[in-house]
């Protein structure tokens, strides 16, 4: 069973507006939420993280919001640039599982210039 | 380098044949994690150390994988009698404790013939 969804397979938006990629997942022991963003050939590269305590963290472009009610989560990237374009990644991980990261399956984003 | 190395980037060997992956994590990082990323399949963990402690295992698909992490820090991960559902990109990841963020290697590639 997927823990972590990811229902777009892709995304395609216009240079300079706003990405907002979802995440949704089933295990309500997750405590802690990573979004990691991929390039081929390259391994995934950590982008930002929010913890169950908080329901947003904001790093320059990326901001996180997670509404635990809900189980989901999203990344907002504002503004959208081409170098964003890329495969996005959500994972999630608790305590109780040694932390290793529970993956969804992956958005390809694709930011036109 | 400062991040995560992994060796070899590629491997091709024919079925049955012993594979060996090699992990270097940042160093000071307590935490090793392995994954792999079969064609078309999302992220699934294999196998996690943290400093001295026994490793958690639960990942691993069958008894040809074992793994090791000498002085708490290189990892090799090693297939026995390769499979060609072996094929896969095997990655590697470290952080500093095990409830931060995961630094990803760029992956080994094995393909089975």
């Known amino acids: 069973d997927q823990q972590v969804k990811q229902n777009s397979p892709s995304l395609s938006v216009q240079e300079g507006r706003i990405s907002i990629l979802n995440c949704d997942y089933t295990n309500s022991m997750f405590d802690y939420f990573l979004w990691y963003k991929k390039y081929p050939a390259e391994g995934p590269t950590f982008l930002i993280s929010i913890s169950s305590i908080k329901d947003k963290n904001e790093d320059g472009r990326f901001t996180v919001f997670l509404n635990k009610s809900a189980k989901h989560l999203s990344l907002h990237i504002v503004p959208s640039q081409p170098g964003d374009s890329a495969v996005y990644f959500c994972a999630a991980t608790h305590a109780g599982n040694n932390r290793k990261l529970i993956w969804g399956l992956g958005t390809s984003l694709a930011v036109n210039p | 380098g400062a991040g995560v190395s992994q060796s070899p980037s590629n491997k091709v060997t024919e079925k049955g044949k012993d594979v060996e992956l090699r992990c270097d994590p940042i160093?000071?990082?307590?935490?090793l994690y392995w994954y792999r990323q079969s064609l078309g399949q999302g992220l699934e963990f294999l196998i996690y150390?943290?400093?001295?402690?026994?490793?958690?295992k639960s990942g691993l698909p069958s008894d040809r994988f074992s793994a090791e992490r000498t002085g708490g820090s290189v990892s090799t991960l090693t297939i026995q009698r390769t499979q060609q559902e072996d094929s896969a990109v095997y990655l590697c990841a470290s952080s500093f404790l095990s409830n931060q963020p995961q630094h990803f290697g760029d992956g080994t590639r094995l393909s089975i013939l």
């Open positions: 160093s000071g990082h307590t935490a």
């Open positions: 150390f943290q400093g001295n402690s026994a490793p958690d």
